[in-house]
């Protein structure tokens, strides 16, 4: 018996949602669900074989949480995401071994449709710029973290908010954000809690 595959769709924006569940499930044969970041849950995302994140109205704190609920699921399912900014430095949200499309907001409906059948075939659809960026990130993984991300983690430790780290170490918020989520990633933590948790128990003081 023929069993559909189900996709889940994470966006905010409803013409979105409405636009591809037109599409999608007809081309693909494959049912699409969608949902808000705040809807999703690991049991309905076990029952997905690929998720869908919409960068365009996901911000990529909330992306990389979503991509770390995938990673700790033992089903297999593969992340695509839609609208990836060109300019940000969002690598630090991709699942090397997950992820299996990327879409800039250029790109049409008619070129991530061709790109998502060759995920179908087991293909991926990444920029080459991006494909370098993440053969190299399973070796974050396992690196201890930089002196930079420790003086990040020491300052959020004290209570500093990310502006006033920012001020301290003459970097925009931005690169301090990417400081961070990628200090999370090492560290195994999802939140600003779980770090300043992580870091009492495991960090002698760096001076700021």
């Not at 991709?94 to 449709?113: H, R, V, W």
Request: hydrophobic letters at 45%; a positive charge; proline letters at 3%.
């Amino acid at each position: 018996m023929f069993k559909v595959k189900k996709w889940i769709l994470v966006s905010r924006s409803s013409l979105l949602s409405d636009l591809l569940h037109h599409y999608w499930p007809q081309e693909f044969l494959i049912k699409l669900n969608a949902r808000t970041p705040d809807q999703v849950t690991t049991v309905e995302l076990s029952q997905h074989s690929l998720m869908l994140i919409d960068l365009s109205s996901v911000d990529l704190q909330t992306a990389y949480q979503l991509t770390r609920l995938a990673e700790k699921l033992i089903a297999p399912i593969k992340l695509v995401y839609l609208h990836y900014p060109r300019k940000a430095d969002a690598a630090f949200i991709l699942n090397p071994l997950k992820t299996a499309g990327i879409f800039y907001c250029n790109n049409t409906l008619a070129e991530i449709s061709a790109g998502l059948n060759g995920i179908l075939r087991g293909q991926h659809a990444i920029p080459d710029a991006i494909a370098e960026k993440i053969v190299n990130m399973e070796s974050l993984e396992s690196e201890t973290l930089t002196l930079r991300e420790r003086e990040v983690l020491q300052a959020l430790l004290c209570g500093s908010t990310n502006q006033d780290i920012a001020k301290k170490l003459y970097v925009s918020e931005s690169t301090i954000k990417t400081h961070l989520y990628r200090a999370f990633r090492k560290i195994g933590v999802t939140s600003r809690g779980q770090a300043i948790a992580w870091a009492q128990q495991n960090m002698h003081e760096v001076r700021v």
